[in-house]
């Protein structure tokens, strides 16, 4: 879901011969919705010689802020985009100023600059100089920027401005966004001449479509008519309707909103009334609970003796925001395959709100040790595989694939679940640090010194045993305690030795995926899914059992040096023993 803003701006030359005031504002293309929109207003200052550079020197600053912003890469924090972008900016303005006064010159060109970001639930503000960034919420008015300037009449009175100094220094400041909110960008031409009562009552005006057109009109026409002598510029932005969360607006909502405590079945949450606990693993707790509407939802908290721990609230935050980007990247169908996570709209506590799926987990299924059919076993084996693939081409890695982690609903819908330790380039450091996942499923490379790093690859592994165990009833290499690498040291059985029924095509295929070296395994999840759609019309070819020099290096040279012993024993008792 993307921004619903109203814009509206209105700038005038007053009684002066020219308008040094400029102003822009830039809505992302669809592919750089994540980075948000942009607004910017600067007033321009020239020196006091004719054909001073003030309008260049606002008209530059605005519009290299506004079209420079969307090149960023949107891992970046917003703080850091401008602070490249205005600084890279007041350099090339402070040489231009230096040069114009090497050559004698007195034209020189300054400008305040006050720009906004609103990206996801948030908005990220820049400021220097005395043009203003106002928010309206509720019908209370707060003035989010403070003047760097002196209560002096000239524009010598300025004491920060882009192209003043060499450095500059930018206040930064960030906050809540909420639908409804109205933010105000002015130029000194407005807020010095319409004071208290007078500016609230006009930042409230307009009302319908072009409110936003008609506030900015009103903050003008009656700076003007109030006498004003300088350039009027208003920038009015209504915030009609917020974009998706990001990353930031879940972390910042994780690290400032309390954890709600332990709820019993008939507690009330937000609205939601609690119906089940579900599970408690002393890190979170889940919940079951029905909406006011009847519909069933889950709901996962932090456990009060960890809701104190920053990294376990940004885990968790990471762990929502992904969910929810995930249903935005891949769209409703091929979303189909994960548990969506609902955005939350100013909850009391902080929490993750799921759909509820009524199924079983596979877990839950190899309880009942019950075999699955052989098209049971290839239908899930297709649906989990592409929704793996699904997951990687979304840059996210799981670490946790296992039969606890896989369900299948009532609707016959197989679903990954859990997203808590998964990578995507934005988790927090100590989740990435993380040695996550459940050790018969992890993979033999991240048990080496030093370990490797997990990747999909891990994942595809993780399947592979999964798939492996729920068909044949055993891990393909035994119970795996932590660092316990021994148990890689054979190779594991074809399922038809256990059952059978099963196809020896389908022995290719998960002997591949559960390959000890990983350079005989499946590539992709694609590569999974290919091979088992062509069944048997297309087999692979039967795997080779692995030397045991790879299997097993210091075994080898065990039963070398064994055998050398041997040698030279035999050879001894010859010398010393029977006749020559």
Same mark, same amino acid.
């Given at each position: 879901m993307s921004f619903d803003i109203a814009i509206g701006l209105n700038s005038a030359r007053g009684p002066r011969a020219g308008n040094e005031d400029f102003a822009a504002v830039l809505q992302p293309t669809a592919q750089d919705e994540a980075l948000g929109w942009i607004a910017a207003l600067a007033d321009g200052v020239s020196g006091p010689e004719p054909g001073g550079g003030g309008r260049m020197a606002a008209q530059t600053t605005v519009m290299s802020l506004v079209q420079d912003y969307f090149a960023a890469s949107p891992a970046w924090d917003t703080t850091v985009v401008l602070d490249r972008l205005i600084r890279a900016q007041n350099s090339?303005?402070?040489?231009?100023?230096?040069?114009?006064?090497?050559?004698?010159?007195?034209?020189?060109?300054?400008?305040?600059?006050?720009?906004?970001?609103?990206?996801?639930?948030?908005?990220?503000?820049?400021?220097?100089? $005395?043009?203003?960034?106002?928010? /309206? +919420? *509720? &019908?209370?008015?707060?003035? #989010? @920027?403070? %003047?760097?300037?002196?209560?002096?009449?000239?524009?010598?009175?300025?004491?920060?401005?882009?192209?003043?100094?060499?450095?500059?220094?930018? $206040?930064?400041?960030?906050?809540? /966004? +909420? *639908? &409804?909110?109205?933010?105000? #960008? @002015?130029? %000194?031409?407005?807020?010095?001449?319409?004071?208290?009562?007078?500016?609230?009552?006009?930042?409230?005006?307009?009302?319908?479509?072009?409110?936003?057109?008609?506030?900015?009109?009103?903050?003008?026409?009656?700076?003007?008519?109030?006498?004003?002598?300088?350039?009027?510029?208003?920038?009015?932005?209504?915030?009609?309707?917020?974009?998706?969360?990001?990353?930031?607006?879940?972390?910042?909502?994780?690290?400032?909103?309390?954890?709600?405590?332990?709820?019993?079945?008939?507690?009330?949450?937000?609205?939601?009334?609690?119906?089940?606990?579900?599970?408690?693993?002393?890190?979170?707790?889940?919940?079951?609970?029905?909406?006011?509407?009847?519909?069933?939802?889950?709901?996962?908290?932090?456990?009060?003796?960890?809701?104190?721990?920053?990294?376990?609230?940004?885990?968790?935050?990471?762990?929502?925001?992904?969910?929810?980007?995930?249903?935005?990247?891949?769209?409703?169908?091929?979303?189909?395959?994960?548990?969506?996570?609902?955005?939350?709209?100013?909850?009391?506590?902080?929490?993750?709100?799921?759909?509820?799926?009524?199924?079983?987990?596979?877990?839950?299924l190899m309880r009942d040790k019950a075999r699955p059919e052989l098209s049971q076993f290839l239908q899930a084996a297709t649906a989990l595989t592409q929704a793996l693939g699904r997951l990687h081409r979304a840059a996210v890695v799981h670490r946790d694939i296992k039969p606890g982690n896989l369900h299948l609903g009532d609707d016959g819908q197989w679903r990954i679940l859990d997203l808590g330790v998964a990578l995507s380039g934005r988790e927090p450091e100590a989740l990435r640090d993380l040695h996550a996942g459940t050790p018969s499923y992890i993979n033999p490379e991240q048990w080496a010194e030093p370990p490797a790093p997990a990747d999909a690859g891990s994942d595809l592994f993780a399947l592979g045993v999964t798939l492996y165990q729920w068909l044949t009833g055993h891990l393909p290499y035994g119970e795996i305690e932590p660092y316990q690498s021994a148990r890689y040291r054979r190779d594991p059985l074809p399922p038809s030795r256990q059952l059978p029924q099963v196809p020896i095509w389908l022995d290719h295929v998960l002997l591949k995926a559960v390959s000890r070296d990983a350079k005989l395994r499946f590539e992709t999840a694609e590569e999974l899914l290919l091979a088992l759609e062509r069944g048997a019309s297309r087999p692979l070819p039967a795997p080779g059992s692995t030397p045991l020099a790879r299997r097993n290096p210091l075994a080898l040279w065990q039963l070398g040096l064994a055998v050398s012993l041997l040698f030279n024993a035999l050879l001894i008792f010859w010398l010393l023993f029977l006749p020559r």
């Open positions: 090339w303005l402070a040489d231009h100023n230096r040069r114009a006064s090497n050559s004698g010159s007195d034209r020189s060109a300054l400008t305040t600059l006050s720009a906004l970001v609103l990206r996801g639930h948030s908005y990220t503000l820049a400021h220097v100089g $005395d043009s203003r960034i106002w928010l /309206l +919420r *509720a &019908g209370s008015l707060t003035q #989010l @920027t403070q %003047d760097h300037a002196l209560d002096q009449a000239d524009f010598s009175r300025l004491t920060r401005a882009i192209g003043l100094d060499d450095v500059v220094r930018v $206040d930064y400041a960030q906050g809540e /966004l +909420r *639908a &409804g909110d109205r933010l105000i #960008l @002015t130029s %000194d031409g407005v807020h010095g001449v319409l004071r208290g009562k007078r500016f609230l009552a006009l930042a409230r005006a307009g009302e319908g479509p072009s409110e936003a057109q008609e506030c900015a009109d009103a903050l003008v026409q009656a700076a003007l008519a109030a006498g004003g002598n300088d350039n009027a510029t208003a920038l009015v932005l209504q915030v009609r309707g917020l974009a998706a969360g990001q990353y930031a607006d879940g972390l910042n909502a994780g690290q400032r909103l309390p954890a709600p405590g332990k709820l019993r079945p008939g507690d009330r949450l937000d609205g939601m009334t609690i119906t089940a606990l579900i599970a408690d693993n002393g890190v979170h707790r889940l919940y079951q609970a029905r909406l006011a509407n009847g519909v069933l939802v889950a709901i996962k908290a932090m456990h009060e003796a960890r809701a104190s721990d920053p990294q376990e609230r940004a885990m968790l935050a990471h762990e929502g925001w992904l969910g929810q980007r995930l249903g935005e990247k891949l769209g409703a169908a091929e979303a189909a395959g994960f548990v969506r996570v609902h955005e939350l709209r100013e909850p009391s506590a902080f929490y993750l709100l799921f759909d509820w799926h009524h199924g079983h987990t596979l877990e839950q």
